[in-house]
């Protein structure tokens, strides 16, 4: 069975970067489209990023485009979100998601389209 564990997270001041990890067992991060979501205090999960199991697809959520990065690395089996120029609205816990039936080139923004998650990494990002 696939495992996704997220980690990363922590506390840093507005302005400032993190970059989160996302590493896999049970499946290579290539044969899957993988992403990216969070959850605020008292909100419901949505999209930040994604990409096709290609690789070369990418989708990025409005309210982050220009600031995060999603990645991966195949030698490590992991996948990665670089988000620079925090924002105290980026506050959340963040969850990565792994589509094992994906096609190889969609990018999927839906959360009903994962069918593996990770358990979460708190991002608080101070004024």
């Known amino acids: 069975q696939v495992q996704l564990v997220e980690s990363g997270g922590g506390l840093v001041q507005a302005g400032g970067s993190l970059r989160l990890s996302c590493a896999a067992s049970?499946?290579?991060?290539?044969?899957?489209?993988m992403g990216w979501f969070r959850q605020g205090p008292g909100e419901g999960r949505v999209i930040v990023a994604a990409f096709s199991r290609s690789g070369g697809g990418r989708y990025y959520a409005d309210s982050v485009k220009g600031r995060f990065t999603v990645s991966r690395d195949n030698a490590k089996n992991t996948m990665y979100l670089q988000m620079n120029s925090l924002k105290p609205e980026d506050t959340a816990v963040y969850y990565c998601?792994?589509?094992?039936?994906?096609?190889?080139?969609?990018?999927?923004?839906?959360?009903?389209?994962?069918?593996?998650w990770g358990q979460g990494t708190q991002v608080t990002v101070s004024s």
């Open positions: 049970g499946r290579t991060v290539s044969t899957a489209a």
């Open positions: 998601a792994a589509n094992t039936g994906a096609d190889y080139y969609t990018t999927y923004t839906s959360s009903a389209a994962y069918d593996y």
